[in-house]
């Protein structure tokens, strides 16, 4: 089974951006490229929510509507490494961090990571 590892959190000011990383572990090439994987962030006191989607051969995306025109998911297969690139960021934006892979592409997520704190101030 996939693992998934985040990386490339930080603080940053409201209207800056970050790119985040998530490396898989344990995998191979022809198994990675057939999964769908997404993002996920935890504010302080709220429940865990999804950022952004994307799927397998077609890269098809989904997005929150709160990070839409902001925000960009994209994948390498070949480094097996997923990305969020986070633009015009916003305090509210304050979270942790998640990638997890979802194998059959129906919903059903595994391989999290430990997560990746993003800190935005005003």
């Known amino acids: 089974q996939v693992q998934l590892v985040e990386s490339g959190g930080g603080s940053v000011q409201a209207g800056g951006s970050l790119r985040l990383s998530c490396a898989a572990t344990a995998y191979t090439y022809s198994t990675y490229r057939r999964y769908c994987f997404g993002w996920f962030r935890r504010a302080p006191g709220k429940e865990r929510e999804g950022v952004a989607n994307i799927g397998t051969s077609d890269g098809s995306t989904t997005y929150a509507d709160s990070v839409k025109g902001r925000f960009t998911i994209f994948r390498d297969n070949a480094k097996g490494t997923l990305y969020l690139q986070m633009n015009s960021l916003k305090p509210e934006d304050t979270a942790i961090y998640y990638c997890?892979?979802?194998?059959?592409?129906?919903?059903?997520?595994?391989?999290w990571g430990q997560g990746t704190q993003v800190t935005v101030s005003s």
């Open positions: 997890a892979a979802d194998p059959g592409c129906g919903g059903r997520w595994s391989g």
